[in-house]
């Protein structure tokens, strides 16, 4: 099965992905896309020269005009399967401010507009649990609209039948007129909908000179409400005008970092004034206020209503055309033909917990898996580990604690054998539940010698490289047996900090107040002293958030790694660690372990598309 993974990052799930296969079924990559170099280069040594795929890389916006013309360049006809894809979500995210506005939030209707284009038979797309509760939810159900607004344009014809039939029934021709150029803007091709715009405004507007003509000229023409009015129907004509108006100013406020400061409401309440929503409040707004209408009259109601119908979704249009199928009693009729329609579906928002999938990590993301109509419908990613069987910290780590500080280690080395903690160590099979079979392994064991051996040998053993000029012109190594496991230089004062946060085994007042005592305040917000016996919070960007269990010291790159479940064989290419913005730009070896989804909890979502797709 063919699938191709949007927002890759380091590729944890392009990871799992390959890992996943059942009796007769496996994925064949074909191709990733990440805006950044850096992930590019993760990619390539990986997928290209480790594996020996001959799997795509495009780097580039996805927001960018020419993305999508890029990709089916890049795809050459080629039948997609699966998408997946995790559209940023630091503007959403529960762990830092929100911001309003923020181009990113957007992200997902570009992704949406790729499987539009692609039309697989399964998309994933995942992110953090706050989605659910962002806006108190209204962007979930923003999601679920869009999700339910992919269409099969084969279907268009018969369904624009029936709603002639319909509405000619059932409705004023003015309403008929709107409610099906309504329809076609949603589900119409770019050409289609952008007549059906045009066509639904003249709509509009004819109706308005009509309501107008009961009223004195004199106010008709100079009236603060009917001017209101007539020149807010100008400012909605004008979509395109002011979406390049909102972008610019979107990209000037991320650009220049306005958030938090003076300028800030000014920018989102302009942004406000010039949305679909807000000009049409002002517009129904000098409507119900303009005492020269008599609002009892059915052709101001119907005005109304059609104004406010231009704002709505293809769902919320679904639900207003269903009211006139239920007076109607053709609903049923409706109902099938909505099923043919409507080329996906999505169960329910499944939230994975990534521990219940043999990862020894708390983190949990939500995941909308969308169905084609003619694939089963997946409402859930079964646990591949009880309770009892979850990875703990030191089960993953323990045999990386050899290295000392300001260290790099590129070989395994003597680890340190804590006794109380070393009945933790459990044989597994790969996808995590415990077993005495032969090919059993540890979680550590299996880390070392990899998860893909049932499909891969690799063509070449692992490398580093800095970037994709060394990578091009052969500049790589290929000594050493372990990887970016290396410990940055702490001077004593911050070795003795992390050392009492670790014996005081939480960073509270309590704590704090002993390392001021000492004369060893910090002005870090948190740090988390990992529990052995149990599974590490949500892994992070910021090494130095993390305090090693017993070596009292920052978290290494591999470290994490396995935090996550990557393989020890998946080299994180390119700078360790860069400080404040460039992180964001440069995306260091740190935050592309970060930012991953888990692979093995990926793996389990691969297994069950593959369980059910046709």
């Not at 130095?544 to 070596?551: G, K, Q, R, T, W």
């Amino acid at each position: 099965m063919t699938f191709l993974d949007l927002f890759a990052g380091a590729g944890g799930i392009s990871e799992g992905f390959l890992q996943a296969y059942t009796k007769n079924k496996y994925y064949k990559f074909i191709l990733a896309s990440d805006i950044n170099e850096n992930c590019e280069l993760t990619h390539k040594v990986r997928y290209n020269h480790q594996l020996g795929l001959d799997t795509k890389f495009l780097t580039g916006d996805i927001m960018d005009p020419e993305f999508i013309s890029r990709l089916l360049f890049q795809l050459n006809g080629q039948e997609i399967d699966v998408v997946t894809g995790g559209p940023s979500c630091q503007s959403f995210s529960l762990s830092g401010r929100r911001r309003r506005f923020d181009k990113r939030d957007n992200l997902f209707l570009h992704y949406l507009h790729v499987i539009r284009v692609l039309r697989p038979k399964y998309f994933v797309m995942e992110n953090v649990k706050g989605l659910l509760t962002k806006d108190k939810g209204h962007f979930k159900d923003a999601i679920l609209r869009e999700i339910r607004s992919i269409i099969d344009d084969r279907s268009i014809p018969q369904f624009l039948m029936y709603l002639d039939k319909v509405l000619t029934a059932s409705a004023s021709s003015f309403v008929k007129n709107c409610i099906i150029t309504k329809a076609q803007m949603e589900i119409g091709s770019d050409v289609n909908a952008e007549k059906a715009r045009t066509d639904y405004f003249s709509y509009l507007e004819n109706q308005f000179r009509s309501i107008t003509r009961t009223i004195e000229y004199r106010l008709s023409k100079s009236d603060n409400k009917i001017v209101t009015i007539r020149h807010g129907l100008n400012l909605l004509r004008q979509t395109e005008v002011r979406n390049q108006i909102a972008s610019s100013v979107i990209n000037l406020k991320t650009q220049t970092d306005i958030d938090n400061d003076l300028y800030v409401d000014g920018f989102n309440s302009f942004l406000s004034l010039i949305d679909d929503s807000s000009i049409i409040d002002s517009i129904l707004s000098a409507l119900d206020t303009f005492e020269g209408f008599d609002h009892d009259s059915i052709d101001v109601k119907e005005f109304r209503e059609m104004i406010r119908l231009y704002s709505f979704t293809l769902d919320e249009t679904l639900d207003v055309i269903k009211e006139y199928a239920h007076a109607n009693g053709t609903i049923e009729e409706l109902d099938n033909l909505l099923n043919e329609l409507i080329l996906y579906r999505v169960a329910k928002p499944i939230v994975a917990h990534s521990a219940d999938y043999g990862v020894p990590q708390n983190r949990e993301r939500v995941i909308f898996i969308g169905c084609r109509k003619d694939q089963p419908l997946i409402d859930e990613i079964p646990a591949t580990v009880t309770e009892d069987e979850k990875v703990t910290v030191y089960e993953a780590l323990h045999d990386l604690d050899f290295i000392g500080n300001g260290s790099v280690e590129t070989n395994y080395g003597q680890r340190r054998i804590i006794e109380e903690y070393e009945p933790l160590i459990r044989r597994r099979e790969v996808e995590g539940h415990l077993s005495n079979s032969e090919e059993a392994r540890t979680f550590a064991e299996w880390s070392k010698m990899g998860r893909l051996s049932h499909r891969f040998n690799f063509e070449i053993d692992p490398f580093y490289v800095r970037n994709i000029e060394d990578l091009e012109n052969n500049l790589f190594c290929e000594e050493p047996a372990l990887y970016n496991h290396q410990t940055s230089a702490q001077n004593e004062d911050v070795k003795r900090r992390l050392e009492v946060i670790a014996e005081h085994g939480v960073y509270d007042s309590e704590c704090k107040a002993e390392l001021s005592r000492l004369g060893l305040d910090s002005n870090k917000r948190n740090y988390t002293v990992l529990n052995p016996k149990g599974q590490s919070p949500t892994v992070v960007t910021m090494p130095d958030d993390f305090i090693h269990y017993s070596a009292h010291r920052a978290m290494t790159v591999r470290e994490m790694a396995r935090l996550q479940s990557f393989d020890d064989s998946f080299v994180f290419q390119g700078k360790r660690q860069t400080g404040g913005n460039k992180r964001k730009s440069e995306i260091p070896q740190f935050t592309l372990v970060g930012n991953a989804v888990p692979p093995l909890m990926a793996r389990a979502i691969a297994n069950t598309i593959l369980k059910h797709i046709k």
